[in-house]
């Protein structure tokens, strides 16, 4: 027989046994792809095919300027004009005709963007601006104009915010509310008091993701939303609480989201851009770039299918908006969202990995980790993050003890709701004007426009050093631009823009 020992020795092993069960079936979950979405993908990209492309592009690069709805005679400002949705509208205005001179960038600093620091781009009007300060806005609003633009209608292409998509904490929610809520509200008020009929604003198709349910029955087919399609169904129906976004990021971008719709009116007509998931187009993006900075990237999502979309693509779906805007038929279009993508179906995030590693003059390897261990660490993150905000005795350790550094930090449970399927739909936006869509088609897929990032950085790399030692240049992405922002504080705002120059 056996003794009490034993009998606990058998218990303690059999709960073992039986949690590391259950972490196998939730790591075998987390790392399939359901068939509804593998039959939506398109097929992989092979090294001859990435080539191929490439050796396209090197030669004939895409010049999307006859695709661009006509210039209109009117003068713009672009908030977060120095970044990536932001650049490029301010480019494809510059493109279609737009006089430097009738464009301003509001933007707490100077674009790092190679494209945005040479040719006509370098004569258009910057005005460091501190949204989250009504003070600071008005200020920019009211900066007078050249002669040849002071009396052209306005319109306003709003793209500033900050994005820390992993946190969702309640504690952490009072810096994106006061950027991207605060900061929304002071530039609708801005705009409207300066005259402005249109304004445009990029949002975000985060805001459609439910969380996923990543703890699940063991018998369980797959995690709860771990497929979802990224439309504007939410938008008619109420508000969420925070609570019911994966993110502080997407709760935020929702709140920004309705106040821009909700001041619809005649005389000054409103609505947004839904971006799909992944927004990428330019080495300083956190989609393309980021990987593209690294030697040895760890992920887990190497077949999680996405459909993303190029920031120039973003920005030709705004002129898009603007041109439906400034009708008067802009009552069926305007005060609503619209979700865009690339022009063709998703892909995985192996295909963009393919694309770096066969394409970058740098060496780059992934390393695949079992997400369930992810999922564990990202519990423990979030844990450790929030310990300053907990009762005593937890407080004071989070006081003690130091602040997480490096990628780590980012990794929280919120991450494995933005890196699971999403498949936007271009469906609305892509109708005709006269059916109630924008007429949105992207000037170039999701194999052009990342093969020609790589073009891009290979070209910004020509000079670094080669081999063992060699060197990459530095890039200030959205993310590490936020986190400088949150760490100076309000105040610091305009010293980081300072910095940046």
């Given at each position: 027989?056996f003794?009490?020992?034993?009998?606990?020795?058998?218990a303690?092993?059999s709960?073992?046994?039986?949690?590391?069960?259950?972490?196998?079936?939730?790591?075998?979950q987390?790392?399939?792809?359901?068939e509804?979405?593998?039959?939506?993908a398109?097929?992989?990209?092979?090294?001859?095919?990435l080539k191929?492309?490439?050796?396209?592009l090197?030669?004939?690069p895409?010049?999307?300027t006859d695709?661009?709805?006509?210039?209109?005679?009117?003068?713009y400002?672009?908030?977060?004009g120095?970044?990536?949705v932001?650049g490029?509208?301010?480019?494809q205005?510059?493109?279609?005709g737009?006089?430097?001179?009738?464009?301003r960038i509001?933007?707490i600093?100077?674009?790092?963007?190679?494209d945005?620091?040479?040719?006509?781009?370098?004569d258009?009007?910057?005005?460091?601006t501190d949204?989250?300060?009504?003070?600071?806005?008005?200020?920019?609003?009211?900066r007078?104009?050249?002669?040849?633009?002071?009396?052209?209608?306005?319109?306003?292409?709003?793209?500033a915010?900050?994005?820390?998509?992993?946190d969702?904490?309640?504690?952490?929610?009072a810096?994106?509310?006061?950027?991207?809520?605060?900061?929304?509200?002071n530039l609708?008020?801005?705009?409207?008091?300066?005259?402005?009929?249109?304004?445009?604003?990029t949002s975000s198709?985060?805001i459609?993701?439910r969380?996923?349910?990543?703890?699940?029955?063991?018998?369980?087919?797959e995690p709860?939303?771990?497929f979802?399609i990224?439309?504007?169904?939410?938008?008619?129906?109420?508000?969420?609480?925070?609570?019911?976004?994966f993110?502080?990021y997407?709760?935020?971008?929702?709140?920004?989201?309705r106040?821009?719709?909700?001041?619809?009116?005649d005389?000054?007509r409103t609505?947004?851009?839904?971006p799909?998931?992944?927004?990428?187009?330019?080495?300083?993006?956190?989609?393309v770039?980021?990987p593209?900075?690294?030697?040895?990237?760890?992920?887990?999502?190497?077949?999680?299918v996405?459909?993303?979309?190029?920031?120039a693509n973003?920005?030709i779906?705004h002129?898009?908006h603007?041109?439906?805007?400034v009708q008067p038929?802009?009552?069926?279009?305007s005060?609503?969202?619209f979700?865009?993508?690339?022009?063709?179906?998703p892909?995985?995030?192996?295909?963009?990995?393919?694309?770096?590693?066969?394409l970058?003059?740098?060496?780059f390897?992934?390393?695949s980790?079992?997400?369930?261990?992810?999922?564990?660490?990202?519990h423990f993150?979030?844990?450790?993050?929030d310990?300053?905000?907990?009762?005593?005795p937890f407080?004071i350790?989070?006081?003690?003890?130091?602040s997480?550094?490096g990628d780590?930090?980012h990794?929280?449970?919120?991450i494995f709701?933005?890196?699971t399927?999403?498949?936007?739909?271009?469906?609305?936006?892509?109708?005709?004007?006269?059916e109630?869509?924008l007429?949105?088609?992207?000037?170039?897929?999701?194999?052009?426009?990342?093969v020609?990032?790589?073009?891009?950085?290979?070209?910004?790399h020509?000079n670094?050093g080669?081999?063992e030692?060699?060197t990459k240049?530095a890039?200030?992405?959205?993310?590490?631009?936020?986190?400088?922002?949150?760490q100076?504080g309000?105040?610091?705002?305009?010293v980081a823009a300072?910095?940046?120059e």
């Amino acid at each position: 027989m056996f003794s009490g020992d034993h009998w606990a020795s058998w218990a303690l092993t059999s709960v073992a046994l039986a949690i590391l069960a259950y972490l196998v079936r939730v790591n075998q979950q987390l790392s399939g792809t359901p068939e509804e979405v593998t039959r939506l993908a398109g097929p992989r990209w092979t090294p001859d095919l990435l080539k191929k492309t490439y050796e396209r592009l090197e030669k004939n690069p895409i010049d999307y300027t006859d695709k661009l709805p006509p210039k209109l005679d009117r003068r713009y400002v672009i908030t977060g004009g120095s970044g990536l949705v932001g650049g490029y509208i301010v480019l494809q205005l510059l493109a279609r005709g737009t006089p430097p001179a009738h464009i301003r960038i509001l933007d707490i600093r100077r674009s790092e963007r190679s494209d945005m620091n040479s040719g006509p781009a370098v004569d258009v009007d910057f005005v460091r601006t501190d949204i989250t300060s009504r003070a600071s806005v008005d200020a920019a609003f009211s900066r007078p104009w050249p002669a040849s633009a002071a009396k052209l209608p306005l319109t306003v292409f709003h793209t500033a915010a900050v994005i820390l998509a992993s946190d969702r904490s309640a504690h952490g929610y009072a810096f994106p509310e006061s950027v991207n809520v605060k900061g929304t509200a002071n530039l609708l008020a801005a705009a409207k008091a300066a005259g402005a009929s249109v304004f445009s604003s990029t949002s975000s198709a985060s805001i459609a993701i439910r969380p996923v349910g990543t703890w699940v029955a063991p018998w369980a087919k797959e995690p709860k939303h771990f497929f979802q399609i990224l439309d504007t169904q939410d938008f008619k129906l109420p508000p969420r609480k925070r609570e019911g976004y994966f993110g502080n990021y997407p709760a935020s971008k929702a709140a920004a989201e309705r106040l821009v719709c909700g001041a619809d009116e005649d005389g000054f007509r409103t609505g947004a851009i839904r971006p799909a998931n992944g927004v990428y187009g330019n080495p300083t993006d956190n989609t393309v770039g980021d990987p593209l900075s690294r030697s040895v990237m760890p992920t887990w999502v190497s077949h999680i299918v996405q459909s993303f979309v190029h920031g120039a693509n973003v920005a030709i779906a705004h002129l898009h908006h603007e041109a439906v805007l400034v009708q008067p038929s802009a009552t069926t279009h305007s005060g609503r969202p619209f979700v865009v993508t690339d022009p063709n179906p998703p892909i995985s995030y192996g295909d963009l990995y393919s694309s770096i590693r066969v394409l970058s003059r740098h060496s780059f390897t992934t390393v695949s980790l079992p997400p369930v261990l992810l999922l564990l660490i990202s519990h423990f993150v979030e844990f450790y993050s929030d310990l300053p905000y907990q009762p005593f005795p937890f407080s004071i350790l989070g006081k003690l003890l130091p602040s997480l550094k490096g990628d780590v930090r980012h990794l929280k449970p919120g991450i494995f709701s933005i890196t699971t399927h999403l498949i936007g739909s271009n469906s609305e936006s892509s109708k005709p004007v006269a059916e109630g869509g924008l007429g949105y088609q992207g000037v170039m897929t999701t194999l052009e426009g990342m093969v020609l990032e790589v073009l891009e950085w290979n070209r910004e790399h020509e000079n670094f050093g080669e081999g063992e030692g060699k060197t990459k240049k530095a890039y200030t992405t959205s993310i590490s631009l936020a986190e400088t922002i949150k760490q100076l504080g309000t105040v610091g705002h305009q010293v980081a823009a300072s910095s940046a120059e």
